[in-house]
């Protein structure tokens, strides 16, 4: 179950160094060179947290490494770690990931529930998570089923995915997950779907992923440390967002 961790980790070479850590009220945030990364928390700390030590100037990789922690705070921020890494510009572009330079850029462009409205009509779909919009832009054109950790009016519980996400054409998944470890059972259930996109602003942009089911990483660039840093700590009250840009990296870029 930790492989797709482990290849995360592993891919993060071991001569980078945690420059910045925060841990904020909703989200994590690390930076490591030029490169930033961002990770939602889930609201449970469940045990202790693996390091008590001052992880500034750790090794990126050793921090990556707290994402297989059982105590979530911690696990966010190591997941944002693996964003610092993957995320960062210059390595997504060497990657194959293709953004603009611009400071801001339309988020309706690589938004992915609205680039896939066309494709999914009359389809069975899951989106695990429950993002904004879904109910104009999904719910009128295919069976839509959204699943959440905090059910509103409507969805279903995370038990759910046992049963509908094996029988579904197109699966959206939460990068939290990623966070509270369900990914690697949520991708196992997701075999038979023809699309699965791993959707959020913690979705690491790493080409690996594409080796474990899934079709299309619909991630977050970070373009203004600075920023992000802010919001993260709460200092700034705008969406994380206002701070980078939206992309889509779909297998076979």
Request: charged share 25%; aromatic share 10%.
């Amino acid at each position: 179950m930790w492989e797709i961790y482990d290849a995360l980790i592993d891919g993060i070479p071991e001569d980078l160094i945690v420059d910045e850590l925060i841990s904020g009220y909703e989200a994590s945030y690390v930076r490591s060179g030029k490169g930033a990364g961002i990770a939602y928390l889930r609201d449970c700390k469940t045990r202790m947290p693996m390091f008590n030590k001052n992880l500034i100037g750790a090794p990126l990789r050793e921090v990556a490494g707290a994402v297989k922690s059982w105590n979530f705070v911690e696990a966010s921020a190591g997941h944002a770690a693996i964003n610092a890494y993957y995320n960062n510009p210059e390595i997504a572009r060497a990657n194959g990931v293709n953004f603009s330079d611009a400071r801001r850029v339309e988020d309706r462009m690589y938004d992915p529930f609205i680039m896939s409205q066309n494709e999914i009509k009359g389809k069975k779909v899951a989106v695990i998570g429950h993002f904004p919009y879904l109910e104009s832009l999904f719910e009128p054109i295919c069976d839509l089923s959204i699943i959440s950790w905090e059910p509103q009016e409507g969805d279903y519980p995370i038990p759910a995915c046992e049963y509908i996400l094996p029988e579904c054409d197109y699966v959206y998944i939460s990068s939290s997950t990623i966070t509270d470890k369900t990914l690697p059972r949520m991708l196992e259930l997701s075999q038979k779907a023809r699309r699965v996109t791993l959707v959020g602003p913690s979705t690491p942009l790493a080409p690996v992923l594409f080796d474990y089911g899934i079709s299309e990483l619909s991630g977050f660039i970070i373009k203004d440390n600075a920023l992000a840093f802010r919001i993260t700590a709460g200092a700034e009250n705008v969406k994380i967002y206002s701070a980078g840009q939206k992309v889509s990296f779909k297998r076979g870029d």
